[in-house]
């Protein structure tokens, strides 16, 4: 993660700027460390709370070519993040 603490430097200080500030990783376990350590910073300081809410999430699902049409896995398609 030390390759990520200017990118997450900059993101802040936009943030703190009143910008408008994306992060963008090409791998989704990055991005989800990413996140969490911008989290904590903007707990630190005080700009979000400190507790965390569920949020229900929907995720595409689409069915391989053994599972079309027969709704298997259609279930697995609503899961909850904690952010």
Known sequence: MKHCGRAV??????LR???TSLMISPRHEEARK???V???RLKAEG????ENYPVSVLR?????PDQALS??????????FSI
């Open 60 to 64: 595409r699902m689409d069915p391989g």
């Open 34 to 36: 990413v996140a969490s």
């Open 38 to 40: 911008v989290r904590e």
């Open 47 to 50: 700009a979000l709370g400190i």
């Open 17 to 19: 700027a009143g910008k």
């Open 9 to 14: 430097e900059q993101h802040l200080k936009a």
């Open 71 to 80: 709704g298997i896995g259609c279930n697995r398609a609503l899961r909850s």
